[in-house]
């Protein structure tokens, strides 16, 4: 080790340990400035591969709703029998078509009330979507099937009643349903979110809440996941050819939008943290500083006696990179965990923490810790190699 | 002589140039001293001694005129050349000692070998010139401010020998001393010269200055007198 049997380098070390608080302190500033940005690199890096994981599983989705509408559709805006069709005939048999009415009620279960989703499409395609966890997928008009997590959160089994509706309302008035079967889980899906949602049968829907053949979003599962934005090309001209009637948003650019906005926060958290880098920056700046202008008559002995400017130079800089060493790897320590504790609050899974992405961020942020300790450390260094060395034998 | 001196000093003119003033610190000053000598450079404070040991010991460079250390011309010497210089051909020895603190005793001898080797001593040299100036294996391992003056003094000897440069260089040496030690710095000083070396030496003690053969009385930067004493 070279580094390590240069008198230069052993004289750092010793003037490190001879202001040992001092530097102590001035190593904290960078201990908490990595800890900022590995932590933010880490929850970003986390963040990111869990959205991506939950969305990819959905990759093969193509979405349509009423231009205007979308999620938050308003009555007026409906995918039309007509244009149920134009899809159906676009996309072609192997790719499996989704129309779905969609509204939201309110509900009862015993003496608990909420809302929820609701959802009616035709049989078939649910049975093709999903499958029944408990129970048997509806077989007459009053019944339906929930999803895990609203079965979960009002406590509903087979064969339990949930009323639909508001009880002091007429038009539609309140009405009971029987649940003929228990989804099994999804997670975050695409094409039907349905884990909190009760699904009815089309007619059921259409008798209540009226508007038939006018359907709220149509979600295409596409087979070949290559042939993804050809079929959404083929679509939009055939939906949109005359004027924009239909919004077509496929999953893929629906996942990146969404990683890019992830990626836009954690590029403004990091600027924050950042802010931490840069005081204590300042802090080494300062540190060294004082450390060349303590070392003056040293700076002189060590000139006079034939020491060079470049070695003076490296002996400054291996005492900046010291503090810079000592605060990343306390920082890396800290951030390692900090950054666990704080991916597990806020995401509920350190699934992807031991993961490449999220562990780079680790020698990332030392990195970036010693490199701005040494850059901080250029000035004071360069000032102490470019003392006169009989000035610098006359200080005290 | 037909011997080549040591130190050639051709004119030398050093000016200080202050803000309001220039001040001229030696004033067209011409030496030579040859290998072997004891030189003792007087005068009042203020007379141009310093600048001239500074010239001298390759700290500075003269304004005007020549000066040749061991043949080199150090007007026309870089800044790593000047430093290679002090670090090859001089040996100081200070009046304040000037060890580095965070070395210990050994480390300190051994620190210019260090920077002509590029490598740690394994040698054993160091631990025998500490040997020769009286400082046994027991404290080698102490820091500098451990010991009293006297022995650090000694210690800077032994660190101005260790590249066994041409010239040695002392500002006052025993100005920080007590008669006694300064007494026994001054006669290890006189065995180098009995054993060859060349010893430039700048004080004002008159004591001190009676152990060198030539005596140089500067004043006003220049030289004024000068004294060959044959008895030291």
């Known amino acids: 080790m070279i580094i390590l049997d240069d008198i230069f380098f052993e004289l750092s070390v010793r003037n490190v340990r001879l202001h040992f608080l001092r530097s102590l302190l001035a190593a904290i500033g960078i201990v908490i400035g990595v800890v900022a940005i590995t932590s933010i690199g880490i929850l970003g890096a986390n963040m990111t591969q869990s959205v991506t994981a939950d969305l990819s599983a959905n990759g093969n989705v193509i979405m349509l709703s009423p231009q205007g509408g979308g999620f938050f559709s308003d009555d007026d805006d409906y995918i039309s029998q007509k244009q149920l069709a134009k899809i159906e005939k676009t996309v072609g048999t192997e790719n499996l078509v989704i129309a779905i009415y969609s509204d939201s009620d309110k509900i009862t279960v015993g003496s608990e009330e909420g809302r929820a989703s ?3 499409l035709d049989m078939d395609v649910l049975k093709n979507l999903v499958e029944v966890e408990t129970g048997d997928y509806p077989t007459s008009l009053t019944s339906v099937v929930v999803g895990p ?37 999804r997670g975050m899906s695409m094409d039907l979110s349905s884990d909190n949602a009760i699904i009815t049968m089309e007619k059921w829907f259409t008798n209540r809440y009226g508007d038939e053949g006018k359907y709220d979003q149509v979600n295409i599962v596409v087979a070949d996941i290559n042939a993804i934005d050809d079929l959404v090309d083929k679509l939009d001209h055939a939906l949109n050819y005359r004027k ?11 996942i990146e939008s969404i990683s890019a906005t992830i990626g836009i926060i954690i590029a403004f958290m990091s600027a924050i943290g950042a802010i931490s880098l840069l005081v204590a920056a300042v802090s080494i700046f300062n540190v060294m500083l004082m450390s060349v202008t303590e ?9 006079s006696i034939g020491t060079r400017r470049s070695e003076i130079r490296r002996m400054f800089l291996y005492e900046s990179a010291i503090l810079g060493i000592i605060g990343s790897t306390l920082g ?13 609050l806020m995401l509920n899974t350190t699934e992807y923490f031991f993961t490449m992405q999220s562990l780079i961020q680790i020698p990332y942020g030392i990195l970036i810790g010693i490199v701005i300790c040494v850059i901080s450390g ?4 360069w000032k102490a190699s470019n003392m006169d060395p009989i000035e610098a034998l006359r200080a005290d | 002589m037909t011997e080549e001196p040591v130190i050639k000093l051709e004119n030398v003119t050093k000016i200080y140039v202050l803000p309001t003033d220039q001040v001229t610190a030696l004033n067209n000053v011409s030496l030579e001293i040859y290998k072997g000598e004891f030189v003792a450079i007087m005068g009042q404070s203020g007379s141009g001694k310093s600048t001239l040991l500074n010239q001298i010991g390759c700290l500075d460079v003269p304004t005007s005129g020549k000066l040749y250390i061991d043949g080199n011309d150090v007007s026309l010497l870089n800044d790593d050349q000047l ?13 304040q000692f000037n ?3 965070l070395l210990n005793l050994r480390e300190n001898v051994e620190y210019p070998l260090i920077l002509k080797t590029k490598k740690r001593d394994t040698t054993g040299y160091p631990e025998k010139l500490l040997e020769m100036v009286g400082l046994g294996t027991s404290r080698i391992m102490h820091k500098p401010k451990e010991i009293s003056g006297g022995q650090q003094q000694r210690v800077a000897i032994a660190r101005a020998l260790v590249n066994d440069p041409t010239i040695i260089l002392c500002d006052e040496p025993t100005g920080n001393l007590d008669s006694k030690t300064s007494i026994q710095v001054m006669e290890m000083l006189k065995d180098l010269n009995n054993q060859g070396r060349t010893i430039v030496m700048v004080t004002h003690d008159e004591e001190t200055a009676a152990y060198a053969k030539r005596q140089i009385l500067f004043s006003d930067g220049e030289i004024i007198e000068e004294r060959f004493n044959d008895n030291s």
Not at chain 1, 295 to 303: D, T, V
Not at chain 2, 83 to 95: A, M, P, S, V, W
Request: proline share 3%; hydrophobic share 40%; net charge positive.
């Open chain 2, 83 to 95: 430093t290679d210089l002090r670090r090859d051909k001089i040996g100081y020895i200070f009046q």
């Open chain 2, 99 to 101: 060890l580095i603190p």
């Open chain 1, 118 to 120: 609701i959802y009616a």
């Open chain 1, 149 to 185: 997590s609203l079965a979960e959160r009002y406590k509903l089994k087979v064969g339990s009643r949930i009323k639909i509706g508001d009880k002091d309302k007429e038009d539609p008035k309140q009405t009971t349903v029987r649940v003929s079967g228990i989804l099994k889980e």
């Open chain 1, 378 to 381: 250029v000035y004071p260094a």
């Open chain 1, 332 to 344: 890396a320590v800290f951030s390692l965990i900090g950054s666990f504790l704080l991916t597990y």
């Open chain 1, 244 to 254: 924009d009637e239909v919004r077509i948003m496929d999953s893929g650019s629906l």
């Open chain 1, 295 to 303: 070392r003056i008559k040293e700076i002189g002995i060590l000139r």
